[in-house]
């Protein structure tokens, strides 16, 4: 099968492949996307449906929203992490110690097979209770 890059120059920049009922339009090159990205940003500002997180998500939540939701949980979540700190050097210098913590409990483990939930759960945690 033929690279996107390979499609692209016998099509140009611009096309569209279908990915089972799915049409994907495909930009390739820099140009073209700096174009639709920034040039047009509010055109092309959405993200594509996927049918598995649609059905679970239903549109609500930061990662799955679209369209004006998303920018107004984007916007409202960005204020609410800097109202804690997030950005500024002090949480920057927690989460590097955190993970300093992380690896040498991980270098603790001498190899063995690991679930390593628990050290990044706890890694995580006091990450947060840090910042609240």
Not at 18 to 25: A, F, N, Q, W
Not at 60 to 75: C, D, H, I, M, P
Request: proline residues 3%; aromatic residues 10%; contains cysteine.
């Amino acid at each position: 099968a033929p690279h996107l890059h390979q499609i692209s120059e016998r099509y140009g920049p611009v096309f569209t492949v279908h990915l089972g009922p799915r049409r994907i339009v495909v930009l390739c090159g820099h140009e073209v996307v700096k174009e639709a990205l920034i040039d047009q940003a509010e055109e092309f500002s959405g993200r594509g449906g996927q049918a598995t997180f649609d059905r679970l998500f239903k549109g609500y939540g930061v990662t799955f929203s679209n369209g004006e939701r998303a920018k107004q949980l984007r916007r409202f979540s960005i204020t609410t992490l800097r109202d804690f700190g997030m950005g500024k050097r002090g949480i920057e210098e927690r989460i590097q110690e955190e993970a300093g913590f992380l690896i040498e409990a991980l270098r603790g483990t001498h190899g063995a097979f690991i679930d390593p939930t628990f050290f990044l759960s706890r890694t995580v945690s006091n990450v947060i209770s840090s910042i609240v």
